[in-house]
């Protein structure tokens, strides 16, 4: 009986994970910031959708906890959804849309990838396709902002004027660094072909245009030098263990005498057995890259020592998430 509702709890949360994307799509919940509204209304003030169809949605997220239906048939927020999917809120994620539904598309070819030994959603970002390289990069950056805010939570700053941020993607962890810390100078290597979105998405970001972006190899370098503090969020778990070494070995050389590497990403514990989210990232992971893995936290430390830093300082961040903040040894 508990397997038979474990196999149903999944597969039902999976119906509220892809009504929550149409509503993110759609921006259905940015006009109920004002109040409740009903289907119709909410479809004038979206313009351009089936009031009817849209009903089910919005009862179809009342029933995950995303919506309450109030009288007369009017949807209004939940205290989550108020602070997470109205746009303009600080820990606003609807852009995160289009990143997720690239990613639960890829976990589709999951028993491919194990079928055919490679990843059958394969994601480049020095040769794909430059639109969806674009729309990863955007969907990404809510998480970016939130890596930026680990840091200022656990990184003292006062010794920190110069930051360099390993492909920094979208740019939004530099930015939020900067927001709090404005005398830092900062710069963001990313690889020739992403280089040019990475300026063109800080150009959309306050005090982004005060980031150098750098076109350049963040494994095999060369990079830099005499940063303070070097950042690695999401991008040593896309690869092997050689180049792993090799990326650390990079970074090094970019930090100053005293500087520290702080690395953001999904850890699993040492004996594998979560956390949930960071296996969930492995699952994305093996669709996605050739090596890429959701690495052991005793892995990091090993090739952290192994290429020249001290025993690393860890932070866990929730969501499947860690940091490790390491000095020079």
């Keep these: ?135 990863i990069l955007r969907g990404l950056a809510p998480q970016a902002v939130a890596g930026g805010r680990a840091l200022l939570k656990h990184v003292d700053f006062s010794h920190v004027h110069r930051l360099l941020d390993i492909a920094g993607g979208s740019g939004a962890l530099t930015t939020t660094v900067l927001q709090a810390h404005p005398q830092i100078a900062a710069s963001i290597v990313e690889l020739p072909d992403v280089a040019p979105h990475t300026r063109a998405l800080l150009d959309e970001q306050p005090g982004g245009v005060e980031v150098t972006v750098i076109a350049g190899d963040a494994i095999a370098g060369p990079l830099p030098g005499g940063f303070d503090l070097a950042v690695m969020r999401c991008f040593l778990q896309l690869f092997g263990p050689e180049q792993i070494l090799a990326a650390l070995r990079t970074a090094r050389t970019a930090l100053a005498p005293h500087g520290q590497l702080a690395i953001i990403g999904y850890c699993l514990t040492d004996d594998e057995a979560g956390p949930a989210l960071a296996l969930g990232a492995d699952l994305l992971f093996l669709n996605y890259y050739e090596a890429g893995t959701a690495y052991r936290l005793a892995d990091y430390r090993a090739w952290l020592k192994q290429t020249g830093y001290g025993e690393p300082r860890l932070a866990l961040l929730g969501g499947g998430m860690s940091l490790l903040i390491a000095k020079l040894a």
């Design 1 to 135: 009986m508990t397997e038979t509702r474990l196999v149903e709890n999944l597969v039902t949360s999976a119906y509220g994970a892809f009504a929550l994307l149409a509503g993110m799509e759609l921006d259905v919940f940015s006009p109920l910031a004002d109040g409740p509204l009903t289907a119709e209304d909410l479809a004038a003030s979206l313009g351009g959708v089936d009031a009817g169809r849209l009903h089910r949605l919005c009862r179809t997220l009342a029933g995950y906890g995303l919506l309450t239906l109030e009288g007369g048939g009017r949807f209004a927020l939940s205290p989550e959804a108020a602070k997470t999917l109205v746009k303009g809120e600080p820990a606003y994620r609807g852009a995160a849309a289009a990143a997720y539904a690239e990613g639960w598309r890829a976990c589709l070819e999951t028993s491919a990838s194990i079928r055919s030994h490679a990843p059958a959603a394969l994601l480049s970002f020095s040769d794909g396709d430059p639109a969806r390289t674009l729309a």
